[in-house]
């Protein structure tokens, strides 16, 4: 009976434990859930594309010669025409298409579409109408506010994200819905394009959560006051005060830059693969 007794004590005592480690847990992820939601990103708009129809041909060489502030593109079979306010540059095709790109908002792209509109109408183009107007692309930005080990999060997501370091220095993250393509950087920039404004903003929503987990916390310290204080830093100096200028670039076939000279065994004795003055020679100045 006594030894029933313990057993049931042990094991309501390690119940009480596991419930514990559970609310601490619970506690952690409601923590940064807490830090996700306080978290506020500024979202800029930098480009946004739009297009609409005419619905009748249009002659670019009048357009050319009686509009104001164009340009006619002979090689590209188009005319842009450029307006101030809002900043925004319409390229017209003699088929119809009017393109619209350089505006921060949707509201001013289609101001400017109509605006390319009317202007069109008053050159002598009569027929022209205001049809199929939509949104085509947004181009927008943010910061995060911490770094992101883009290597372990293209690793884990092979699916949604493809990483090539080769040919670009940020990851390619693709969502289906909403619709959405993300550049990912170390720094915690991230660079979307979408279909519409409402997308951006749905996209980077989605992948905070994902990069969340990837955060590096603070700067990262590659070397600290105690390397410079010791013996093989001392000593690297005692080596390098009177070889200052013998530093070099050779660049072999390959195209990558090398680099040679003393100073190139700075990181030697920071790593203390260097420990005392018999690994000096001549041979290594050179």
Known sequence: ??????????????????????????????????????????????????????????DLRKIATNGMNVVYRKENGMVSMKFRKPSVTASIWSSGKVTCTGSTSEEDSKVAARTVARRLWR?????????????????????????????????????????????????????????????????????????SVANVQAAIEHIYSKVYEYRIEGPTEIASNDDYDSEAYQLFLHHTNNNTNLITYKKNKS????????????????????????????????
């Open 1 to 58: 009976m006594e030894e029933q007794v313990q057993q049931q004590q042990v094991g309501s005592a390690s119940n009480a434990t596991a419930s514990n480690d559970n609310v601490v847990l619970n506690n952690n992820n409601s923590e940064n859930a807490e830090e996700q939601e306080n978290t506020e990103i500024d979202i800029i708009i930098n480009n946004v594309v739009s297009t609409f129809y005419t619905r009748c041909h249009l």
């Open 255 to 286: 195209g990558k830059c090398s680099l040679s000279g003393p100073h190139s065994k700075k990181q030697k004795f920071m790593r203390g693969r260097v420990d005392d003055e018999e690994n000096w020679s001549d041979s290594d100045d050179d």
């Open 123 to 195: 050159l002598g183009f009569e027929a022209v109408k205001f049809c199929r107007f939509r949104i085509v692309n947004v181009l927008g930005t943010c910061s995060l506010p911490f770094k992101i080990q883009i290597t372990e999060f293209s690793r884990n997501n092979p699916k949604m994200a493809s990483y090539e370091p080769e040919l670009h220095p940020g990851v390619t993250y693709k969502i289906l819905d909403p619709k959405a393509t993300i550049k990912i950087f170390s720094t915690g920039s991230l660079t979307v394009t979408a279909p």
